[in-house]
Every structure is written in C-alpha cells, then in structure tokens.
C-alpha cells in the first residue's frame, strides 16, 4: 500500500533551535518526495522536492531534506527555527506514472521565543 | 503572474444545499487536481482532470459529488445535498503537465462549513 507517515503530530522548539520533521513513505515504485508548508488558514507551500540525485536537497527558507532510500524516509531539517516558521509540515509522495500526490497526516510546529 | 485562485474563499451551506466550489489554474496550466483536507488530517486526493475531461476520480466519493474542467472557464467541483461530514478545506492545485517532475501549485483553499 502507498502511503505516507510523519509520526510527530505536534513539536515544539524554541527559537534558534535545530529542527527534524521525520517522514517515512511506503510507494511501490521509484518515489517523489516532497515536503509542503500550510500557515493558518492558508494555502500549501512547496519547500522542497527530490525526484533523483543527489539525496540531500536544499530548499526554500534555509530548509533541507535528505532521501535515506535504505530506511524509506525523507526527514525535513533546519539548522536554526525562527519563530515564522511555526506552520503545518506536510511530507507527500508521487510518482512519474502517478497524478496524484498521498500526503502524511502533518507536523504542526510550535515555536517559542 | 497569477497563482492557482479557488473562491470562494469561504462558503457556508446548510445541510441539503449544493456547494459550488471553482478553481481558476496558473495560466498555460491545463491539469488540475482537487484534495479535500478534513481538519486534522492531511490532504486527500479526489480527482484530477485535463481539459474537458476526468482522467481519475478513484478519489471521489461515488455519490453527490462531481467535479468539471470545461474548455473555457475555471474548474469546479460541485457537492449536492452537502452533509455535516462535508465540512472540510477543499484546495485546488494545478501543473503544465501529468509528469510529477513538474511540480502542483495549490490555491489557497475553500473552506466549506455545513450548518
């Protein structure tokens, strides 16, 4: 069965912290991750993608991800929060034979100064 | 250069009502995808559709709901006789392609409320 997982339905961190936003997908074929942001209210924002290469990809607003094919994850990082990054983390995973993108149920991030 | 526009942005139906919700995609776009997020949950897929036609709505539900890309006009999703259960946020994303090389842009959501 595809689908997508991200275990912390909710994390908190303070202001100038690291950050890992964990996600682990099941596809049957050759996977495309993506990693989404939705603020309040709001539309979903793409950070990130992989579709092949390199395993760790750079992204909008000083987040990256990197593709671990041995352990199915595609875990989301920052190396310093601020406090506008508090949202909603999306991870999602397509395919090239595929229309439609299977999302995980969503990280929301909390952030304290 | 316009994004992917979905209004309203807002729409409050009572229970038995229909629900009309359009999806005006990023020009030169003509593949369009509806998900439907009920609160918190992630994004489900319902359909996906090119111009004038359906290519999969494995994701729709077999009744009251229905959804068109006409030759001219925005997309749009139509829920008849709306239920409590349809209360939900419904975003539209659109692409240049059915190739996931290119990525989905999303419209900012219209949340739908049934009274």
């Known amino acids: 069965a595809q689908s997508v997982t991200q275990p912390d339905i909710h994390i908190t961190v303070s202001e100038g912290a690291s950050l890992e936003l964990r996600c682990n997908y099941s596809?049957?074929?050759?996977?495309?991750l993506f990693w989404y942001v939705q603020s309040p209210g709001q539309g979903l924002q793409l950070l990130l993608k992989y579709f092949s290469g390199d395993t760790l990809v750079q992204g909008i607003k000083g987040f990256e991800a990197e593709f671990k094919r041995s352990q199915s994850s595609f875990n989301l990082r920052k190396p310093s929060v601020h406090w506008s990054d508090a949202a909603e983390y999306f991870c999602?995973?397509?395919?090239?034979?595929?229309?439609?993108?299977?999302f995980g149920t969503g990280t929301r991030l909390q952030v304290f100064p | 250069n316009a994004g992917v526009m979905q209004n309203p942005r807002h729409l409050v139906r009572r229970r038995g009502q229909e629900a009309r919700l359009r999806c005006s995609p990023v020009?030169?776009?003509?593949?369009v995808y509806w998900y439907r997020q009920l609160p918190e949950e992630g994004l489900k897929f319902m359909v996906y559709l090119q111009k004038e036609n359906i290519i999969d709505e494995s994701g729709m539900p077999k009744e009251r709901f229905s959804a068109e890309f006409p030759k001219e006009g925005p997309s749009i999703l139509r829920i008849q006789q709306v239920v409590r259960g349809d209360s939900a946020a419904y975003f539209c994303a659109s692409s240049p392609s059915r190739d996931q090389v290119n990525e989905q842009f999303f419209g900012p959501g219209t949340r739908l409320t049934v009274l």
């Open positions: 999602a995973v397509g395919g090239r034979n595929t229309d439609k993108l299977i």
């Open positions: 596809y049957g074929a050759t996977p495309y």
């Open positions: 020009k030169g776009h003509s593949h």
